[in-house]
């Protein structure tokens, strides 16, 4: 009986303990701040190092498709490759980035991945701009607008299809002109690391920015021969490259994810998370 009403007494008394520790916590605005940081940090963390792995791994394959089409690794090295780490303050404050991919032509794998990130991007914003305007259209009624001047019955929706595709396109074009002409990355770009110059390491303008989208039309029309022209030729650069005189480069310190690539190719990561991983 004594262990029993001992038994009850110490489970009281710590359910009310446990009770009165969690209200504190939750209660505790310090508490709550500390626990809001440490989530966001960790969330960051885990983020940051998904992009960075992923950018090691095209790597590597950018070197192995590169080994397979053009039977050398690493390509031609760009002339204007040390200008470019100077110019870069990204760049320029790591000590020994030379010993990395930085400033070389980017390789197939990195490219792709980028314009398959941007081609899901405008998908979904060209899907909403498209019903955003067909919403437009219906709360105007511009059918019934239009089939008052313009006979036949299908007529006035296959205007309201080519008003929706004509923005879509333009959409699509500006997001390409703005993205290379202003910083040389579109968020394929920036995510994976991958810049757009021109062929002097400069920054595009704008009218090479109209050249290159031109250009990557004249390369998808042509049953995509002109993206994957950009395997065979020594400084990588698809028909669009060459109409507009650009050049596409790594914009950060790009190494392999396998030690014995690294080796082979003399590079070595200069940041900790690539001196670590050569640990």
């Known amino acids: 009986r004594e262990e029993a009403r001992s038994r009850a007494v110490a489970e009281a008394s710590l359910g009310g303990l446990m009770q009165r520790s969690v209200s504190d916590l939750t209660q505790n605005e310090g508490v709550q701040v500390l626990v809001q940081q440490v989530v966001q940090s960790q969330s960051t963390g885990l983020v940051e190092e998904m992009i960075e792995e992923l950018r090691e791994r095209l790597v590597s394959l950018d070197v192995s498709v590169a080994r397979r089409t053009r039977r050398a690794a690493l390509g031609e090295v760009p002339p204007f490759r040390a200008v470019y ?27 792709v991945v980028a314009m398959l990130v941007d081609l899901t991007l405008l998908m979904v914003a060209v899907s909403l701009a498209t019903t955003f305007i067909n919403a437009l259209l219906s709360l105007f009624n511009v059918d019934a607008l239009l089939g008052r001047f313009i006979a036949g019955d299908g007529l006035p929706a296959a205007v309201g299809a080519a008003v929706t595709g004509l923005t879509g396109t ?14 040389g990355q579109t968020l394929g770009g920036l995510l994976l ?23 990557s039309y004249l390369a998808g029309l042509a049953l995509f021969v002109g993206f994957l022209w950009a395997l065979f030729d020594r400084r990588r650069q698809g028909w669009q490259d060459k109409l507009a005189g650009s050049v596409v480069v790594y914009d950060w310190p790009a190494v392999p994810d396998e030690t014995f690539l690294r080796e082979e190719l003399n590079v070595s990561g200069v940041l900790p998370w690539q001196q670590r991983g050569e640990l």
Not at 90 to 107: F, K, N
Not at 170 to 183: D, E, K, P, R, T
Not at 196 to 215: E, K, N, T, W
């Open 85 to 111: 780490l100077r110019r870069r303050p990204a760049l320029a404050v790591l000590p020994g980035v030379e010993r990395t991919l930085a400033g070389h032509y980017a390789g197939a794998a990195s490219r």
């Open 193 to 215: 690391g991958v810049r757009v110059v021109r062929s002097d390491g400069r920054r595009l303008s704008f009218g090479r920015a109209v050249l290159r989208m031109i250009g």
């Open 170 to 183: 333009l959409f699509i074009v500006s997001y390409g002109i703005i993205g290379w002409s202003l910083n």
